[in-house]
Nanobody, 126 residues
């Protein structure tokens, strides 16, 4: 009932920047928060950043704190991830997700999210 489309991924040199976008469509009226996760080959999907759509509270993984910034456009139900000072360790498929916010707030937990996009590849070369 909710469709998510990520865009903005690509190949960038270490130290460079990328801006990812995630546009949600369909039955998005009850969306409480949106987040970004990433998954590198052979690793589990891990939390990157999240934002509460109403109040704008943000959450970041320690590994990206100070380098990445998440923001939102509530009219479009779209979130962005500005990624600066990229490192080779940031190479992964980046996934966008939405949460209806039921139960306790767990923005860091992928199980808290309901719908997922197909992902966009980010590759950082050294």
């Amino acid at each position: 009932q909710v469709q998510l489309v990520e865009s903005g991924g690509g190949l960038v040199q270490a130290g460079g920047s990328l801006r990812l976008s995630c546009a949600a469509s369909g039955r998005t009226f009850r969306t409480y928060a949106m987040g970004w996760f990433r998954q590198a080959p052979g690793k589990e999907r891990e939390f990157v950043a999240a934002i509460r759509l109403s109040v704008g509270s943000t959450y970041y993984a320690d590994s990206v704190e100070g380098r990445f910034t998440i923001s939102r456009d509530n009219v479009k139900t779209t979130v962005y991830l500005q990624m600066n000072s990229l490192k080779p360790e940031d190479t992964a498929i980046y996934y966008c997700a939405t949460s209806r916010g039921y139960g306790a707030s767990r923005p860091y937990d992928k199980a808290w999210y309901d719908y997922w996009g197909q992902g966009t590849q980010v590759t950082v070369s050294s």
